[in-house]
């Protein structure tokens, strides 16, 4: 079992930043594959952003488009946390943000699907004004 809990939302003006962090706990493995979704009120759940890493030799990370250039995934591995670092908000980033972990490799195609992944956190909003 592994746990997630999510933080650092919030509410911001448009152009803002915010940095939202996953904790995880619990059986991760050394190589594993974290991602930020989010989910909006009346529309599905999308991919933000991936991580994927073997703890060793090879991290790649992988972004949707609507995010690249603004939003920025990293990790301490040591800590089992991964941050999400968003940049440039644009009111239509408004939407609960969760993170899900798979322990184990995906590629980058896989990586913001969220049937790829086992466990998740509760979330934390995020509320951008403009």
């Known amino acids: 079992q592994v746990k997630l809990v999510e933080s650092g939302g919030g509410s911001v003006q448009a152009a803002g930043s915010l940095r939202l962090s996953c904790t995880a706990s619990?059986?991760?493995?050394?190589?594993?594959?974290v991602a930020w979704f989010r989910h909006a009120p009346g529309k599905e759940r999308e991919g933000v952003a991936a991580?994927?890493?073997?703890?060793?030799?090879?991290?790649?990370?992988t972004y949707a488009d609507s995010v690249k250039g603004r939003f920025t995934i990293s990790q301490d591995y040591a800590e089992n946390i991964v941050y999400l670092e968003m940049n440039d908000l644009k009111p239509e980033d408004t939407a609960m943000y969760l993170c899900?972990?798979?322990?184990?490799?995906?590629?980058?195609?896989?990586?913001?699907?969220?049937?790829?992944?086992?466990?998740w956190g509760k979330g934390t909003q995020v509320t951008v004004s403009s």
């Open positions: 991580i994927m890493t073997n703890g060793v030799t090879s991290t790649i990370t």
């Open positions: 899900g972990i798979r322990n184990g490799w995906l590629i980058s195609d896989e990586a913001l699907e969220s049937n790829r992944y086992n466990y």
């Open positions: 619990g059986s991760t493995t050394r190589t594993r594959s």
